[in-house]
C-alpha cells in the first residue's frame, strides 16, 4: 500500500527566513511522481512543485525547492524568504505508476508566516 | 487553456435533494477524479476515471455516482443527499485541480 506521511501538523516562520516541510511515502515502486500542493483560505489546490522519481537532480521553482532522498523515500520542500502569502496547508502528493495516476496525499501541514 | 474547470462554484441543498457536479479538463489527460475535503481534514477519493468509458470507487464512494461522459467531462451526482454530504468538492486531472464546489446540505 502507498502511504504519505507529513509528520508536521502546524509550522511557523518568521517572515523573510527559510522554512522545511517534511514529507515521507512508503511505496515498492521504482518510478513515481511528487508532488507540493499548496492550499490557501480560499481553498484552491495550487502546484507548488513537482519531482520524478528517476531525476536525480532536486526540483526549484524560484523561491520553492525540494530535498528529494529516493533511498530514504524522503520529499521536503524548502521555502526561502518566506511571504505572507505562503501562508497556506501545504500538502505532499505521490502518484505511482499503472494505477491510473490516482493520487495519494498527505495529511498537511498548516505554514502560517508571522510578520 | 482553462486546465480544469468545475460548476457551480457553490450550492446549498435541502436533504434528499439531488445534484450534479460537472467537471472538464481540456488537458486531454486520461485520468480524472473527485475528492471530498472535509474541515480541517485532508483529501479523500470518491471515484476516479483511468480513462474514458472506466470508472472506479476510491475511498468513500457511498452516496455518489459517476458518469465519464467522454474524455473531457467526469460528472459527480449525489442522488439523495444527506448532511454528511456537505464538504468541497474537487475535480482534478493530475497534477491540475478545478476551483472547488463547496455545497452545503440542510
Known amino acids: 500500500a502507498q502511504t504519505v506521511t507529513q509528520s508536521q501538523p502546524e509550522m511557523s516562520v518568521q517572515e523573510a527566513e527559510t522554512v522545511t516541510l517534511s514529507c515521507t511515502y512508503d511505496?515498492?515502486?521504482?518510478?513515481?511522481?511528487l508532488f507540493w500542493y499548496k492550499q490557501p483560505p480560499s481553498r484552491q489546490m495550487i502546484l507548488v512543485i513537482r519531482?520524478?522519481?528517476?531525476?536525480?537532480q532536486n526540483a526549484t521553482e524560484n523561491r520553492f525547492s525540494v530535498n528529494f532522498q529516493k533511498a530514504a523515500k524522503s520529499f521536503s520542500l524548502k521555502i526561502s524568504d518566506s511571504q505572507l502569502g505562503d501562508t497556506a496547508m501545504y500538502f505532499c502528493?505521490?502518484?505511482?505508476?499503472?494505477?491510473?495516476?490516482?493520487?495519494?496525499f498527505g495529511t498537511g501541514t498548516s505554514l502560517t508566516v508571522i510578520p | 487553456n482553462a486546465g480544469v474547470t468545475q460548476t457551480p462554484k457553490f450550492q446549498v441543498l435541502k436533504t434528499g435533494q439531488s445534484m450534479t457536479l460537472q467537471c472538464a479538463q481540456d488537458?486531454?489527460?486520461?485520468?480524472m477524479y473527485w475528492y471530498r475535503q472535509d474541515p480541517g481534514m485532508g483529501l479523500r477519493l470518491i471515484y476516479y476515471?483511468?480513462?474514458?468509458?472506466?470508472?472506479d470507487k476510491g475511498e468513500v464512494p457511498n452516496g455518489y455516482n459517476v458518469s465519464r461522459l467522454n474524455k473531457r467531462e467526469f460528472s459527480l451526482r449525489l442522488e439523495s443527499a444527506a448532511p454528511s454530504q456537505t464538504s468541497v468538492y474537487f475535480c482534478?486531472?493530475?497534477?491540475?485541480f478545478g476551483p472547488g464546489t463547496r455545497l452545503t446540505v440542510l
Open positions: 502528493a505521490f502518484m505511482p505508476p499503472n494505477t491510473g495516476n490516482q493520487f495519494y
Open positions: 511505496t515498492s515502486e521504482s518510478n513515481y511522481y
Open positions: 519531482q520524478e522519481a528517476y531525476k536525480q
Open positions: 488537458m486531454n489527460h486520461n485520468s
Open positions: 476515471s483511468a480513462s474514458e468509458g472506466t470508472t
Open positions: 482534478a486531472s493530475p497534477p491540475g
